[in-house]
């Protein structure tokens, strides 16, 4: 905690008018600078649930219908109206208390109509369906939260996963990785980025980038990953720019190999190399 | 109903039938109101848990060591994924900062750009988040305005 | 998973015997519920009511919440993983603290330590049910202990100004517990600052030391001191201390802590009495007297000191003697009618009578 305050603090004066208008001169050719997009589709749906949280939500919220006040039928229903026979007729009534009857359970004990022991199930009445009903009034079948691209298992789909971020990643060279562009012709890293997906994807994508600054550095020596605190000649460098996919579809005019992974899939797709490198950068969800 | 009626002043009163006719009530205890307090009346019965309160949840001593164990799994899952999410966000600003180090190392026209403070940005009002079940339409290919940005 | 919850409710219906099992390491009788419960504890409460109900009638017409079996399955097993991990920490571990620590993380969930801690006697040490070697006890009374036993003593003991008139401060670290079993046929545990005849404390008490924390135990020892700060001071015209009953060198394990004759005779010639028991005879028509009872770690050194005298210095002494106070205890004595019988007892003098003073001037 001490090193990370002590770094934002050396961050905030290494930022300050004096020190930024002491150098000019690019240190480094920006031939050897690419940056790198890592565009997301954020999840459409909320995760699911592990089994876990689907017993102890459910448990939940059992002990919390079990304590849960009587429902007062008379404040919602004038009395003696048609609405309230409509409801009190769709109601499973509790055991009421009889003479000369034996109550394994113990004696009901009913008070506005709910046995006090235990949960009361309010059950709305439902007028029956038909097709006239209009699109106000028609039950509410909510959709699969699974898509024709699960079943075929489209990679290349955006309305794949749903509950899960999706990462694009593209077939460079014969290897899997996210795209990088050069920025020898802007002195931009974002724009570079976002200009150069769409010189590769086309122009039917809207994307939102999250922050100018970079995510992460990626170094290269000689071809091969080095670790991002390497300093010296000859390393090439790629700048990860966050954005997210809002709207459109990236599909390159080219025969380029994409697809849209989440991030166990990366984890296959990619070298073990490159994963250990970005793999802080993929949600879990 | 029977009530008396004169029709004339030199008649004898006679008794007439009269049907539906409201009359008080005969237990005298209990007090009748008028439709507005009534209304009154079972608004704040509505608001009282007098009558609606269930009955207290009693558990076993084996079904309270369940329940505690419950709650305290439930304690340490949620303490995991706490503790995850946080080591993730470490890595990621740790990641940052050192870009961003590096950036000014490599090239300060670049770090320049990359750390000018974005005033007034927000969240595009085309993003969505996510919902217990997709739309209709899943997902928008078309794309309106020309990706166009400043 | 509708599948998975038939076979669980049949297995429930037809079992004999649960199938879960902690991972536990070690196969300490206590890791276990007893027989009678453990079934209804680990797969739910059975069709004839919990076992933990006496009353047939409560029985049936008792209903768990709904959803707590299921809830239940997945939580236990997520427990157990955690307790695997923790285990597989522990056989690694050096340091007997951490180690300690490891092993206690991995039990303290364990649904039947839990129940076996909570519906048994704490104070009794029956290793069937409560095993104080194994440390996930010892923290879960240490919890127990802090939130009620400890917080009781050190108010008593600062409320009748035992601290500072007997040591100057205390940082508990131990339960010390004082009983007095006699011929009086009262055999409770005596609540600190309770006010107590003289006839039931005619005969020594019982001292039970628990420990808590991972120590050797086999090299520790230990010191008792009994003082007694309101003894009347005629000559000076005030009070001095005096002590009333002082071991040292007891020994204990973190079971075997209960100092009461039976064990005071079985570790004949391995303790030193520093000097005999005197029980309390207050005088009559003076305030009710504090007794105090220290207890201290020595260390590994012997204290082998008799005293001849009672009346005692003891800041002096725990000086003297490099005592490390972990725990106390306070109990108070005034005049009644059976101080003359315990006097005669004990040979001893026939006390003083002071005149009656009413009234706000002695506060005690």
Request: net charge positive; with cysteine; glycine share 4%.
């Amino acid at each position: 905690m001490a090193s990370r305050g002590l770094l934002t603090f050396q961050r905030c004066l290494s930022t300050s008018p004096a020190t930024t208008s002491a150098t000019s001169a690019p240190a480094v050719p920006l031939s050897t600078i690419r940056s790198t997009l890592l565009l997301t589709r954020t999840p459409v749906v909320t995760p699911e649930l592990t089994p876990f949280e689907t017993h102890f939500y459910n448990y939940q919220s059992e002990l919390e219908r079990r304590l849960m006040w009587t429902f007062p039928q008379y404040f919602y229903y004038k009395k003696g109206s048609l609405s309230e026979r409509r409801f009190v007729k769709a109601q499973k009534g509790p055991v009421s208390k009889q003479p000369g009857v034996f109550f394994k359970k113990g004696i009901p004990d009913i008070v506005h109509n709910r046995e006090r022991r235990e949960k009361q199930e309010v059950i709305i009445p439902k007028s029956e369906e038909d097709e006239s009903m209009s699109d106000f009034n028609r039950a509410v079948v909510p959709n699969s939260r699974t898509t024709k691209a699960d079943e075929d298992n489209d990679i290349k789909s955006l309305e794949r996963a749903l509950h899960r971020s999706l990462y694009l990643i593209v077939k460079e060279n014969g290897s899997w990785k996210l795209p990088s562009f050069a920025v020898e012709d802007s002195s931009n890293l974002h724009r570079a980025a976002e200009s150069g997906l769409r010189s590769l994807g086309g122009e039917q994508i809207n994307t939102w980038t999250v922050a100018r600054s970079p995510a992460a550095v990626l170094k290269y020596q000689n071809g091969k990953l080095v670790a991002p605190e390497t300093q010296g000649e000859g390393l090439q460098r790629e700048y990860v720019i966050k954005s997210r996919i809002l709207s459109g579809l990236f599909a390159p005019e080219k025969a380029t190999e994409f697809a849209w992974l989440n991030r166990e899939e990366i984890e296959q797709k990619v070298s073990p190399e490159y994963f250990q490198a970005t793999e802080f950068l993929f949600s879990k969800v | 109903m029977l009530t008396q009626t004169t029709q004339g002043s030199l008649k004898q009163p006679t008794l007439q039938l009269l049907r539906g006719l409201r009359t008080k009530s005969k237990n005298s205890r209990v007090a009748t109101v008028s439709a507005a307090t009534q209304r009154i009346i079972t608004g704040l019965s509505v608001l009282s848990g007098r009558k609606k309160y269930p009955r207290i949840l009693k558990l076993s001593n084996e079904d309270l060591i369940r329940h505690d164990t419950i709650q305290a799994a439930w304690a340490q899952y949620q303490r995991d994924i706490r503790t995850d999410r946080q080591s993730v966000l470490d890595k990621q600003y740790d990641s940052i900062i050192n870009a961003m180090e590096d950036l000014k190392i490599t090239n300060m026209e670049l770090f320049k750009i990359a750390n000018k403070k974005e005033k007034g940005k927000r969240f595009p009002l085309d993003a969505r988040i996510p919902v217990d079940f997709p739309p209709n339409k899943v997902w928008h290919y078309e794309v309106k305005a020309p990706a166009e940005k400043k | 998973m509708l599948r998975s919850n038939i076979i669980s409710q049949c297995r429930r219906l037809l079992s004999t015997g649960t199938t879960k099992t902690w991972a536990s390491k070690t196969t300490a009788p206590s890791l276990k519920a007893s027989t009678h419960y453990r079934d209804a504890l680990l797969d739910g409460i059975p069709s004839t009511g919990p076992p933990s109900l006496r009353s047939r009638k409560y029985k049936q017409r008792y209903s768990s919440p709904e959803g707590i079996n299921e809830a239940f399955d997945v939580a236990y097993d997520f427990l157990k993983s955690k307790s695997e991990a923790a285990y597989a920490k522990a056989a690694e571990a050096k340091d007997p603290q951490e180690k300690a620590q490891l092993e206690t993380q991995a039990e303290l969930h364990n649904p039947e330590v839990n129940f076996n801690f909570a519906y048994n006697e704490k104070l009794e040490n029956d290793t069937q049910y409560i095993d104080y070697e194994l440390p996930v006890y010892r923290e879960l009374k240490k919890k127990h202990w802090e939130n009620y036993g400890q917080m009781l003593t050190m108010q008593r003991l600062e409320t009748l100004a035992a601290i500072p008139d007997t040591l100057p401060t205390l940082e508990p670290k131990a339960e010390i517990s004082l009983k007095f079993q006699n011929h009086t046929g009262v055999n409770r545990w005596v609540e600190a600052g309770k006010k107590l005849s003289s006839n039931a404390t005619t005969f020594p008490p019982s001292v039970k030391i628990q420990e808590f924390d991972a120590l050797d135990l086999t090299k520790g020892k230990y010191t008792i001191l009994i003082v007694n700060p309101d003894v009347p001071d005629i000559e000076n015209n005030t009070y001095k201390t005096q002590i009333a009953w002082g071991l040292s060198n007891l020994s204990i394990t973190y079971n075997d802590n209960f100092i009461n004759p039976a064990k005071l005779l079985k570790d004949e010639g391995k303790y030193n009495e520093i000097i005999s028991y005197l029980p309390p005879v207050p005088e009559k028509n003076l305030p009710a007297q504090r007794f105090v009872t220290w207890v201290f770690r020595q260390g590994e050194q012997s204290l082998d000191i008799q005293l001849q005298k009672r009346d005692f210095d003891i800041r002096q002494f725990v000086e003297d003697f490099k005592l490390e106070a972990i725990g106390a205890h306070i109990w108070r004595s005034e005049w009644d009618l059976n101080v003359r019988e315990v006097r005669e007892l004990y040979g001893l003098p026939q006390g003083t009578v002071f005149a009656k003073v009413k009234g706000t001037r002695r506060l005690r």
